[in-house]
């Protein structure tokens, strides 16, 4: 055996022998509630984990919430933007260029 497994076994040894001299009764009743104690502990981590799950899932609906808000604005201002390149791309195409109007002002 090595140091550590022996170690070990003398610990064991003096919980068993510091357990015997307690009261049946503690011992039963670490026994009998103990698992039900962790179980409670247990059942409660989880519900915190859960709650948290469930923050999170409310601060990424405001999240998309807010992202739509944007995106609608954006695609507004999208629209803006192309009916007013469209607009001076037709006024360009449709004005006279500046060489005839300038030979229309000149005397022949």
Request: net charge neutral; proline share 5%; charged share 20%.
């Amino acid at each position: 055996m090595t140091p550590e497994q022996i170690a070990t076994l003398t610990a064991i040894a003096e919980i068993v022998s510091k357990i015997g001299t307690w009261p049946i009764g503690y011992i039963i009743c670490a026994v009998v509630l103990g698992p039900w104690i962790i179980l409670v502990l247990v059942s409660r981590s989880m519900e915190k984990r859960h709650e948290a799950a469930m923050a999170m899932y409310k601060s990424n609906v405001k999240l998309v919430e807010s992202y739509e808000i944007v995106a609608s604005e954006q695609a507004d201002t999208i629209r803006l933007s192309t009916a007013a390149t469209v607009e001076l791309t037709t006024y360009l195409r449709n004005k006279v260029p500046c060489h005839e109007r300038i030979a229309e002002r000149l005397p022949k």
